[in-house]
């Protein structure tokens, strides 16, 4: 069992930054593939990245490559979302979500494959 606690939410303008933190309890959060999705008003929740168990391998959404960083920090059981650069386009609520992936290079953008999910932190940008 893993439960999931996002912070860091906020309203900033366009071009500001904000860091997302989602902190994990759970023994065995080292074992989890950590992914952030977003959900906008009205839309559907997307993949924003992810990172493996170990922090070898990251993985963005095209929209955000280049703008926001995932990090983790196992010995904290906590995952990061450094955001820069951020656009109105990226306002909406922001969740963590933790899965067991066998092959997370194939399957990380799929929220179903997610067993557990935070409660969501809103994240606005102003224009």
């Known amino acids: 069992q893993v439960q999931l606690v996002e912070s860091g ?3 900033v303008q ?3 930054s904000l860091r997302l933190s989602c902190a ?3 023994r065995t959060f080292s074992s989890y593939t950590m992914g952030w999705f977003r959900q906008a ?10 990172i493996r168990w170990t922090g070898s391998s990251t ?3 095209d929209s955000v490559k280049g703008r926001f960083t995932i990090s983790r920090d196992n010995a904290k059981n906590t995952v990061y979302l450094q955001m820069n650069s951020l656009k109105p386009e990226d306002t909406a609520v922001y969740y963590c979500a933790a899965a067991l992936l066998s092959r997370p290079e ?3 953008s799929n929220s ?5 999910w ?3 932190t809103q994240v606005t940008v102003s224009s």
């Open 24 to 26: 994990a309890s759970g």
């Open 106 to 108: 194939l399957y990380y």
């Open 14 to 16: 366009a071009g500001g």
């Open 118 to 120: 935070g409660q969501g």
């Open 9 to 11: 939410g906020g309203l």
């Open 112 to 116: 179903h494959r997610y067993t557990y």
């Open 41 to 50: 008003p009205g839309k559907e929740r997307d993949f924003v990245a992810a």
């Open 59 to 61: 993985y963005y959404a």
